[in-house]
T-cell receptor, first 114, second 115 residues
């Protein structure tokens, strides 16, 4: 158990809809990362927050957004969903912005868009 | 951006034999390199990392990795494979170029250890 909690574990929705994925980082971790894992694209970095502020953006679509709240949990919002958004979405956390570098991953939220 | 490549989609090895999962990197500056493992329907688990120091890094579950600067490689190794090692293995590099220090992952290599 990494200590990172993601909800929901599974989500099935329809095209055009909007969903929110939630992540609680390990206790004391200030940095949260979101990744998307799909068969064709592999593991893609989406966005990172550190202590409530956005720090880095990867391959995140404009239809997607995220935020980190004062209690350090984070939410990833996916809107106008398309079939191709079906994937496993991971949250990871780390204690500091850089540090020794390893990230601690949650179990993921599997999104299926029908 | 910093990147890694895993040239093999799948590696098959018999139980008890040594295993190697390959990774090459492309970075500017000193690389921070990582290996992670993913079991079915699970998140990624950290195995080991190289930041500086000895080129042979030891990690969890008997795995080790060899950093080779001249060949820009960071191959994952284990002297004697177990069936339970069957999983998806990811090499990663820390990307400090975007100020967030996220990890950039390779496409993954599926390891199958047969009895």
């Amino acid at each position: 158990d990494s200590g990172v909690t993601q909800t929901p574990k599974h989500l099935i929705t329809a095209t055009g809809q909007r969903v929110t994925l939630r992540c609680s980082p390990r206790s004391g971790d200030l940095s949260v990362y979101w990744y998307q894992q799909s068969l064709d694209q592999g593991l893609q970095f989406l966005i990172q927050y550190y202590n409530g502020e956005e720090r880095a953006k990867g391959n995140i679509l404009e239809r997607f957004s995220a935020q980190q709240f004062p209690d350090l949990h984070s939410e990833l919002n996916l809107s106008s969903l398309e079939l191709g958004d079906s994937a496993l979405y991971f949250c990871a956390s780390s204690p500091r912005l850089a540090g020794s570098g390893e990230l601690f991953f949650g179990e993921g939220s599997r999104l299926t868009v029908l | 951006a910093q990147s890694v490549a895993q040239p093999e989609d799948q590696v098959n090895v018999a139980e008890g034999n040594p295993l190697t999962v390959k990774c090459t990197y492309s970075v500017s500056g000193n690389p921070y390199l990582f290996w992670y493992v993913q079991y079915p329907n699970r998140g990624l688990q950290f195995l080991l990392k190289y930041i500086t120091g000895d080129n042979l890094v030891k990690g969890s579950y008997g795995f080790e990795a060899e950093f080779n600067k001249s060949q820009t490689s960071f191959h994952l190794k284990k002297p004697s494979a177990l069936v339970s090692d069957s999983a998806l293995y990811f090499c990663a590099v820390r990307d400090g170029s975007n100020s967030g220090y996220a990890l950039n992952f390779g496409k993954g290599t599926s390891l199958l250890v047969t009895p």
